[in-house]
């Protein structure tokens, strides 16, 4: 009877040995939770739409949307194509700002007021995450294009109003 026992002991840890090797060797299954993404975007270079900067930004540069709306809640992904020189003055955001370098230079400091001597160079492929309500500001050094991803919708808050492009008016207002 004893060795009966053993035997029954030993086909059963045999058993559980296969059944645990096979589930392993199992594929993987896919959480039943896992949602799609709503849409596939692939944009090339050559399908870059480009156009003029949004009001709050000071003019002189070009922007584009890759995807999504940033007027709107969620995610979305700009380009921005600055000229040399091309200043955007102490501002915030009420949302994490992720900042890549595509091409170009981008002298970025931190602080209510511009600060040449601390700013710090992001070259072609540095990334940086801005946080929200940050003020931060930027030069292009050379023709410069950054990607920007955010949360929408997308505010710009100038540390020192005047700076703020929305509230000049133009020469041709004037008259």
């Avoid at 896919?30 to 944009?43: D, G, L, N, T």
């Amino acid at each position: 009877m004893r060795r009966t026992s053993t035997i029954a002991v030993a086909i059963g840890v045999l058993l559980l040995a296969g059944a645990g090797s096979a589930s392993q060797e199992a594929p993987a299954k896919k959480p039943a939770a896992q949602k799609a993404p709503s849409k596939h975007v692939i944009v090339t270079p050559d399908q870059v739409k480009w156009g003029p900067p949004p009001p709050a930004l000071p003019p002189g540069s070009e922007a584009a949307v890759l995807e999504g709306d940033p007027g709107k809640a969620g995610m979305f992904t700009v380009r921005l194509k600055m000229p040399d020189g091309y200043t955007i003055p102490p501002h915030s955001h009420p949302t994490d700002e992720r900042v890549t370098i595509i091409s170009g230079s981008l002298m970025a400091g931190m602080g209510n007021k511009m600060d040449e001597a601390a700013m710090q160079a992001l070259n072609t492929g540095a990334y940086a995450n801005l946080p929200a309500r940050m003020n931060h500001y930027v030069r292009a050094k050379g023709e410069t294009i950054v990607q920007v991803t955010a949360m929408g919708p997308f505010e710009v808050k100038y540390a020192n109003p005047s700076d703020d492009p929305r509230k000049k008016t133009s020469p041709a207002a004037k008259k």
